[in-house]
């Protein structure tokens, strides 16, 4: 039973076929490569999974339920986090803060509660708080806690969106490109931090990423899409030697 | 609550006796009054504004109309009903913040999903159409006075009513700030994308930040009808939308001190050229205030109290946890 079934998923922006009928499974504590060159598709594949955009055809089943048509909190809440290729951090919030809002979606006082500081609220922010504190130290992000997010350098930022994404509490993790901008020692140490995390917190892992370094190191499987469709599947070695990958990477030989 | 907090309305309660002691007395004329009980009420109002505005980033034009909305049906509930009965007046007060409330929800669901001047553009329609309505509201309600304005409400509103609102107001105001519901609006002004992807429900939180602030409008509303005893659609025209708006602006986007000190500052300044000019040139009144205006944006562009509160309005500390050697970057090295 796949965790994850993409089902002839099909997204029309007007005339162009951004994703064209792509098929693909996912299955529980996976982690799985999505590649392809600039303008395959692959973050549209991760904004249809996430509720953002409304797919043109096809299902997405998530542990067996269609959550197409499902608001993106929902798809949070039902256990889809993801981070963002262009770093999306609540930018003038505190670090802390940006951690303790992903735990909105299971806080257990209301807005009337919050408003009079009555019921369980005391008793529930401090509990968030102490589980936020407790993963920015895992993040190696604790010290910074009370500085603005977008004060961070950016390796930092990159760690705090992965942070906040497993605040959700999420069974699969959407990353897209999270080794975008990062140097060669940067990238050894994300490729690490994904690995931990995915045991740490039980995670099905699907990741989005140009570096090959990244996507040959540590996926088990890996998905090549161009103009929208599928090019290949399979593990890394055979994905390496496809020729149909290598080109669409580098183009056609001259005959 | 914690104790700076406590200590702080303590403070405020205290501040608030002296001014009424100092009414009782004769030491502040009826003059001052007045304009310390409409600064309040412009405190309150604006409050509401920076909900809307500063908190949740949703640009609205539209805050005088729930203003005069709420100031107009407390108006109607005491003429009509209750007279200067107090816990009539009361009530006058939470019909004008149910209404204000109410009309917020439902012309808030369908222009929400609007973004930035758009949202603008819609709301600022919405004033107009207040507006007119008052302008001929006589024609349903006799009581409402249409374009020859609304008279005979009872003088209700005194600075004990304008202190526990005021009061009240700034307090409920910090604690939602720093709850988690008051995060979540925030992080839709941040980023509304990654605040949905983080599990934050963006329309319900649009909803509720837009019908607290326009509460807080309307409960001022009803305050401002009971202390003028006068209302006029004129009061309630779409460029005195901007007063509010350039007040929150000045104060500090999403700072809680900054449009309180705006708010306070701009009703004193106006009312202070009033005394300080010469009558033959009291227009100049509009020159004056304009011209600080610029000076300050120019010296300050994010707002006098921008990303700053005062000590007893800030987030409650939090103390950072212990060092643990096996933090999972530490051991990737």
């Known amino acids: ?255 | 609550m914690k104790r700076p907090e406590l200590v702080a309305v303590l403070a405020a309660i205290v501040a608030a006796v002296v001014i009424q002691i100092l009414l009782v007395t004769g030491v502040m004329n009826a003059y001052a009054e007045l304009i310390v009980q409409y600064a309040c009420i412009v405190t309150i109002a604006t409050l509401g504004l920076n909900i809307i505005y500063g908190f949740n980033g949703q640009f609205s034009l539209g805050h005088i109309a729930f203003y005069g909305l709420g100031a107009y049906s407390a108006a109607l509930v005491t003429k009509l009903w209750t007279g200067d009965n107090p816990f009539g007046f009361f009530g006058a007060i939470i019909v004008a913040a149910i209404v204000s409330g109410g009309v917020a929800f439902l012309v808030g669901l369908p222009i929400l999903r609007l973004r930035s001047d758009y949202l603008g553009i819609a709301t600022l329609g919405f004033t107009v159409i207040v507006k007119v309505f008052f302008d001929n509201a006589d024609a349903w309600v006799p009581a409402m006075g249409g374009a020859r304005g609304m008279t005979a409400i009872p003088r209700m509103t005194s600075w004990p009513w304008v202190a526990v609102a005021t009061i009240v107001a700034v307090v409920l105001m910090r604690n939602f700030a720093y709850s988690s519901p008051g995060r979540a609006t925030m992080s839709i002004r941040e980023d509304e994308i990654a605040a949905s992807a983080m599990g934050v429900n963006t329309t319900k939180y649009k909803t509720i930040a837009f019908v607290m602030g326009c509460v807080y409008a309307g409960v001022a509303g009803a305050l401002y009808a009971h202390l003028y005893a006068f209302l006029h659609p004129s009061n309630f025209d779409f460029l005195k939308t901007f007063d509010m708006l350039l007040i929150v602006v000045l104060g500090g986007l999403g700072s809680i001190s900054g449009t309180i000190m705006a708010a306070l500052g701009w009703t004193f300044l106006l009312e202070g050229l009033r005394v300080v000019l010469p009558s033959e040139v009291l227009d100049l009144r509009y020159v004056i205030y304009p011209l600080m205006l610029i000076i300050v944006m120019l010296l300050r562009p994010t707002g006098l109290f921008g990303g700053m509160e005062l000590p007893f309005l800030r987030a409650p500390r939090i103390p950072k946890l212990e060092k643990r050697p096996q933090s999972a970057a530490a051991e990737s090295r």
């Open chain 1, 1 to 255: 039973m796949p965790l994850l079934k993409v089902d002839n998923l099909t997204k029309n922006f007007g005339g162009l076929k951004a994703v064209n009928g792509i098929s693909f499974e996912i299955g529980e504590g996976e982690l799985i490569g999505l590649i392809g060159p600039n303008g395959a598709g692959k973050t549209t594949v991760f904004n249809l999974i996430t509720g953002h955009y409304e797919p043109t055809a096809g299902d997405i089943l998530f542990d067996s339920r269609s959550i197409v048509g499902v608001p993106p909190h929902e798809v949070t809440k039902l256990g889809i986090a993801r981070t963002f290729q262009n770093i999306r951090l609540f930018g003038s919030l505190s670090v802390l803060d940006n951690v303790r809002i992903a735990y909105n979606c299971r806080v257990k006082y209301g807005f009337m509660e919050a408003l009079l500081r009555v019921g369980g609220f005391a008793h529930e922010e401090k509990k968030l708080t102490m589980q936020a504190q407790e993963l920015l130290q895992l993040f190696n992000l604790a010290d910074k806690q009370d500085e603005p997010a977008g004060s961070l350098p950016y390796g930092e930022q990159r760690r705090l969106e992965i942070a906040r994404a497993l605040a959700t509490s999420p069974r699969l993790l959407l990353l897209d490109e999270p080794a975008a901008g990062m140097n060669p020692a940067e990238v050894h140490n994300l490729m690490e931090l994904i690995q931990f995390i995915r045991k740490q917190f039980d995670l099905t892992i699907l990741l989005i990423e140009h570096q090959m370094r990244v996507v040959m190191g540590i996926c088990e499987r890996v998905v090549v899409m161009d103009f929208g469709e599928i090019l290949a599947e399979g593990t890394p070695a055979e994905i390496q030697s496809n020729p149909k990958v290598i080109e669409a990477y580098l183009g056609k030989e001259v005959a």
